[in-house]
C-alpha cells in the first residue's frame, strides 16, 4: 500500500498540472490580495458608516488579518474548483493514456490502488491549503501589517491580532475538510465518467450547484445542518464571539460522513466495474 | 434724542445684569477652577458596550490640550467618542449662555444643583445641556448635552477623591443607530453593495473610559 501511495505521490510531482495548479493557487490569491485591499476599504466604510456620527476612529481596520478574512471568503470557491481538476487528473489521465490497463495486469488489487489515489488526493489537498494559508497570512502580514480583526455576524466584532490568527488559523483547519470533500468527490466523478473533459465539466458543475444550493433556506435546522452543501460555511463559525464548537464539532464530523461515504462509493464502483 | 440715549443705556444696563445675574454662581466657580487645567496626558483604557458591538477594552493615551480637542493614541484600532471628552466643558462656555436653575439633591453626602444651560449665540452646537454640579466639591458630577447636529449624550463623571477636579472615570451614554445586519458580510451568501438598510429605531450606547496616571502638559 505504502508503495502505492509513493507511486502515485510521484504521479502527482510529475504532472504538469499538478504545478499549474500551484501557480493558479497563487495567482489567484495575488489576484484576491489586490481586489481584497480595494473592497476592503469600502467594506469598513459601509461597516463603519453608522458609527462616524458618534465616533472617530483612530487606527486602521484594512490589515493583515482582514485581507486574510477576505481571502478565506473568495478561496472557498476557488480553491475546490482547481483540486477537483488536479485530484480527478490522478485517475482521468490513467484511463486516457490507458496505463490504468497496464497497472491492473500487474498483482495489484483494484480497491487498494484507488485507495492510494484517494489518500494521495487528500494529502495533496491538506498541502495545498496549508500552502494557501501560510502565503496568503504571510503576504498580508508583510503588506498590509497586523492588527484588530473586524467581521459582521450577528453585529460588529472586533478581534485583537493574537485571537484573530487564532480563528483565522482555525478556519483554513475547518476549510480543508470540506476541500478535502470535494477532491474526494472528484476522484469519484472520475471513477464514474472516466473522461477527462467530462469530469471536469461535471466537477464545475457540482461546485456550481452545490454554491447555489448553499444560499437556499431549507428552513427546517435539520436539513440545513446535514446537506453537505450546507457544511461548507462552518469554518465562519469561527468567527462568533462565543465560538458555537458543538456545531463545527457537528459539520465536521458529518463532512467527515459524506467524505467516507464518497470514498465508499468510489472503490465499490471501480471495483465492480470493468476497466474498458 | 437725550431720552432715547438714556433708554438705550439703561437697557444696555439692565441686559449686562440679568446676564451676570442668569449665570450660576457655583458654575462660575467650577468653571473658574476648570479654566486653570492647561492640559494634560494621562494613561487611559476604553471600553465599548453597545448591543451589536463586540470590542475587547483598548488602552491608549489620552492627550489634551487647552482650546483643541482630546486625542487618543493608540497602536490598536479604537473607536473614540465624538462628544464626551470636553474635559473643561470649553465647548459649553464658548458662546454667551445663561443658566437656569433645576433643584438641588444630596447624593453620596454631597451637595448637588441642577441646572440648565442654555446658549444665548446661534454659534452654540447644543440646543440645551442639564449640568448636575458638585457644589460640595466644586465640580461637575454629570452632563446631558443635545446637540444640533451629534444627538444627545449623557456624561457621568467618577472621581479618585475629594479634591481631584479631572476625573478618573468617564461614562459616556449616547444613541446610536441600529444597522441592519446580514448574516456575515463578504460571506458566499451576501452581496455587498452598500444598500444595508438602516432600521429605525436608535439604540443606547455607553463608552467607559478609565483614566489614571494624569501628567500635566504645559
Known amino acids: 500500500m505504502i508503495a502505492l501511495i509513493k507511486m502515485e505521490g510521484f504521479r502527482l510531482l510529475r504532472q504538469s498540472r499538478t504545478y499549474y495548479a500551484l501557480a493558479g493557487v497563487l495567482l489567484i490569491e495575488a489576484v484576491v490580495l489586490l481586489s481584497a485591499y480595494y473592497q476592503g476599504n469600502e467594506i469598513i466604510d459601509i461597516l463603519l458608516s453608522q458609527l462616524r456620527e458618534s465616533f472617530y476612529f483612530e487606527g486602521t481596520l484594512v490589515n493583515g488579518n482582514l485581507i486574510t478574512y477576505l481571502i478565506l471568503n473568495s478561496m472557498w470557491f476557488h480553491l475546490p474548483l482547481i483540486l477537483m481538476i488536479v485530484v480527478s487528473g490522478l485517475l482521468t489521465s490513467e484511463y486516457k493514456d490507458r496505463t490504468l490497463l497496464t497497472a491492473m495486469m500487474q498483482p495489484v488489487r483494484k480497491v487498494r490502488y484507488l485507495l492510494s489515489k484517494y489518500l494521495v488526493g487528500i494529502l495533496f489537498s491538506v498541502i495545498i491549503v496549508l500552502l494557501l494559508s501560510a502565503t496568503s497570512l504571510g503576504f498580508s502580514y508583510a503588506i498590509f501589517g497586523r492588527g484588530d480583526l473586524v467581521v459582521l455576524l450577528d453585529g460588529l466584532n472586533f478581534y485583537e491580532q493574537p485571537n484573530a490568527f487564532l480563528r483565522i488559523v482555525l478556519a483554513f483547519a475547518a476549510g480543508t475538510f470540506s476541500m478535502v470533500f470535494y477532491s474526494v468527490t472528484s476522484l469519484t466523478l472520475a471513477v464514474i465518467f472516466k473522461d477527462v473533459t467530462k469530469t471536469w465539466i461535471v466537477s464545475v458543475l457540482f461546485i456550481v450547484i452545490s454554491n447555489l444550493l448553499m444560499k437556499i433556506d431549507f428552513g427546517s435546522g435539520f436539513l440545513n445542518n446535514v446537506f453537505y452543501f450546507k457544511l461548507n460555511q462552518s469554518w465562519q463559525f469561527f468567527f462568533y464571539p462565543d465560538i458555537p464548537w458543538s456545531q463545527i464539532i457537528l459539520k465536521t464530523s458529518l463532512i467527515v460522513l459524506y467524505t467516507t461515504l464518497m470514498t465508499l462509493l468510489g472503490l465499490f464502483l471501480f471495483k465492480t466495474k470493468d476497466i474498458d | ?218
Not at chain 2, 438714556?6 to 454662581?25: N, R
Not at chain 2, 466644586?138 to 456624561?155: E, F, M, P
Not at chain 2, 443607530?177 to 444598500?195: A, N, T, Y
Open chain 2, 1 to 218: 434724542m437725550r431720552a432715547l440715549i438714556t433708554i438705550l443705556l439703561f437697557s444696555i444696563s439692565l441686559i449686562s445684569v440679568a446676564q451676570q445675574v442668569a449665570i450660576d454662581s457655583d458654575l462660575l466657580q467650577i468653571k473658574q477652577r476648570l479654566d486653570s487645567i492647561g492640559g494634560f496626558t494621562a494613561d487611559m483604557s476604553l471600553e465599548v458596550d453597545v448591543n451589536f458591538i463586540s470590542m475587547p477594552k483598548k488602552t491608549g493615551t489620552l492627550i489634551y490640550r487647552k482650546g483643541a480637542p482630546a486625542e487618543i493614541l493608540t497602536d490598536d484600532f479604537m473607536l473614540v467618542p465624538k462628544k464626551g471628552l470636553d474635559f473643561t466643558l470649553e465647548q459649553l462656555f464658548k458662546y454667551p449662555f445663561i443658566t437656569v436653575p433645576r433643584g438641588s439633591q444630596i447624593r453620596k453626602g454631597d451637595s448637588l444643583k441642577v441646572i440648565n444651560v442654555i446658549p444665548t449665540s446661534d454659534k452654540a452646537d447644543f440646543s440645551i445641556a442639564e449640568l448636575t454640579l458638585n457644589i460640595s466639591k466644586h465640580r461637575i458630577a454629570q452632563s446631558k448635552i443635545s446637540t444640533l447636529r451629534d444627538g444627545s449624550y449623557d456624561v457621568l463623571f467618577s472621581y479618585t477623591d475629594a479634591l481631584s477636579l479631572l476625573p478618573r472615570q468617564i461614562t459616556i451614554q449616547f444613541e446610536v443607530e441600529r444597522i441592519r445586519i446580514p448574516l456575515s458580510f463578504l460571506g458566499q451568501d451576501v452581496k455587498v453593495d452598500g444598500k444595508l438598510k438602516r432600521s429605525e429605531d436608535l439604540k443606547k450606547g455607553t463608552i467607559t473610559l478609565d483614566i489614571s496616571n494624569y501628567r500635566e502638559k504645559r
